[in-house]
């Protein structure tokens, strides 16, 4: 059987916290989820996005602990149009989460922005630029 890609898991120190900043992007968590050490909700195509507590995961790996220095995956979201990678912007930056790289028109042909999640991992939006 060829791989399929299924989950992209991402663990996380307060996931009340970290759901918030994944609602903001119009993912569908319910409220209820916050108090909980596993959640996932499925994209459109299928694919599952999942959130451990870092207490969860030592229930399994009790030695387990954080990577240290950069992030070394990101993940990228494609949004409606190039306002609507600003109007993201705005709300998570509003709302205290951090913005690494403000919206810019990149030479690719996308409106691009980078900001980090509460954990910091890389959250990219684009979207296409007219024309």
């Known amino acids: 059987m060829a791989l399929h890609l299924d989950v992209v898991g991402v663990v996380v120190a307060d996931m009340a916290r970290s759901l918030d900043f994944y609602r903001r992007l119009g993912l569908a968590v319910p409220p209820e989820a916050d108090a909980e050490d596993h959640v996932e909700v499925t994209l459109p195509g ?7 507590a870092v207490t969860m995961v030592r229930t399994f790996h009790p030695g387990w602990t954080p990577p240290t220095g950069s992030p070394r995956v990101g993940l990228a979201f494609r949004c ?5 990678v600003d109007r993201y912007w705005a709300e998570l930056t509003g709302a205290g989460f951090h913005g690494e790289l403000p919206p810019w028109d990149a030479f690719w042909g996308q409106r ?3 900001l980090h999640d509460p954990d910091g991992n890389g959250v990219d939006l684009y979207a296409p630029l007219p024309g």
Request: hydrophobic share 55%; glycine share 6%; charged share 25%.
């Open 46 to 52: 299928g694919l599952r996005l999942a959130w451990d």
């Open 80 to 84: 409606a149009d190039p306002a609507e």
């Open 112 to 114: 691009y922005a980078v």
